[in-house]
């Protein structure tokens, strides 16, 4: 990094366009690149000479893309994937492969939930979940052919701290590589490469963006290890658009001054609800009542966007909820400017088993709120009036 992180988020990245000198990248929308001859082609081709071929290879608006999202993070180098699953996927793909082990944490987006319990699991690598909030149970699970501990924090829907310096110093003891999804917190608010993450993905459809109109995904890491992913994701054919990574990139120069608002509405909305009286209980890292709030102050310079709680009335009241708010988006996804609300029981997870629910710490009251940018005042008086109804 040259600058602080909020002027690095603004500028970062070279985008002017050298030809036109206009200020804003232009968006290269194009699938493929003319050569000037048959050489140069052979050259391209052969890696011996620096440029563009074809989008799915490489582009210019998504190379930027994934360049400044490696800046920030702290890392050397970086690749944009078509969705979060894809740099999911990728991470798990270019670190393992049939015969080789990695261990996920038991709390984890439920796309990757079903990611490594269904595909990963049966293409031949071995998958131990475990909770790594405590970080032994990864030194248990470590096993000779483990390549990858893959973790979130904060996780949904409890908002499970996990301590990464933790889980990097047992994993690093047998060369293993730590990844952390840190799309909840963006770099803004916590760095995982400061305390010793091998590699770090983003859905980018949520806080990277803040403006709900992309699906996108990035990772960053070593060049050693890019090189490799680079190659997965072009084989797959998870390539970012060149659109999509414009907007990406327009998104993400106000990621300071928005997450600032999210924390400050998230945690005035999170006190808050403590002391509502339908209101039974509030997850939100930087609430003194978390369970590992002593971690978040450590490792988060803020508590960020997403607040669960549990409503006194179970079920009903959590459904009741989403059909009385007015304000709050009744939507899934999150890290947008709007607020969002869901409630996982009647909503996205209303297919699970009873059973199910509870190994992922789903309650029948459980809502998840994305706190937005918006005046605090007139978010609570939306959700005091809904409960009230
Ligand atoms: C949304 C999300 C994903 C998946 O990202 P998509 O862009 O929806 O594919 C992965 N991890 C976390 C933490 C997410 O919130």
Not at 8 to 20: F, L, S
Not at 51 to 56: L, V
Not at 219 to 231: D, L, N, T
Request: with cysteine.
């Amino acid at each position: 990094m040259k600058y602080r992180i909020e002027t690095d988020i603004v500028h970062g990245v070279h985008q002017t366009d050298p030809q036109t000198g206009a200020l804003s990248m232009p968006i290269y929308q194009t699938s493929t690149f003319v050569f000037e001859n048959a050489e140069q082609g052979a050259r391209r081709f052969k890696g011996e000479e620096d440029g563009f071929i074809y989008t799915r290879l490489g582009n210019p608006n998504t190379n930027v893309l994934a360049q400044k999202i490696a800046v920030l993070e702290g890392y050397e180098a970086g690749i944009a994937t078509g969705s979060g699953m894809a740099a999911v996927a990728n991470v798990i793909l270019a670190t393992a492969q049939a015969g080789d082990h990695i261990i996920v944490d038991d709390t984890v987006y439920g796309g990757t939930h079903y990611l490594v319990e269904d595909d990963i699991r049966k293409i031949g690598i071995e998958v131990t979940r475990v909770d790594a909030s405590h970080p032994e149970q990864v030194a248990e699970a470590l096993q000779p052919n483990t390549r990858l501990v893959l973790i979130e924090t904060p996780a949904n829907p409890t908002l499970k701290l996990i301590d990464i310096q933790a889980v990097v110093d047992i994993a690093h003891a047998k060369n293993v590589l730590v990844c952390v999804d840190n799309t909840f917190l963006t770099p803004y608010l916590q760095r995982p490469k400061d305390f010793g993450a091998d590699i770090v993905l983003h859905s980018a459809t949520k806080y990277i963006s803040g403006h709900g109109d992309v699906v996108a995904g990035v990772v960053v890491g070593s060049k050693e290890f890019i090189q490799k992913a680079y190659k997965v994701s072009t084989h797959y054919g998870w390539s970012m658009s060149p659109f999509n990574a414009w907007l990406l990139l327009r998104g993400l120069k106000t990621l300071a001054v928005r997450m600032d608002r999210h924390n400050e509405n998230a945690l005035k909305i999170a006190r808050w609800l403590e002391t509502h009286p339908a209101v039974e209980r509030v997850y939100y890292p930087f609430l003194e009542s978390h369970p590992q709030y002593e971690l978040a102050k450590r490792q988060q310079k803020g508590g960020g966007g997403v607040i669960s709680f549990e409503m006194k009335g179970g079920y009903e009241a959590g459904k009741a909820l989403m059909d009385h708010v007015q304000l709050c988006t009744l939507a899934v996804s999150l890290g947008d400017c709007d607020t969002l609300i869901q409630h996982p029981a009647s909503m996205t997870h209303a297919g699970m088993s009873e059973a199910d629910l509870a190994e992922a710490h789903i309650t029948p009251g459980l809502v998840r709120l994305s706190v937005g940018i918006e005046n605090a005042d007139d978010l609570m008086e939306d959700l005091d009036r809904a409960m009230r109804q």
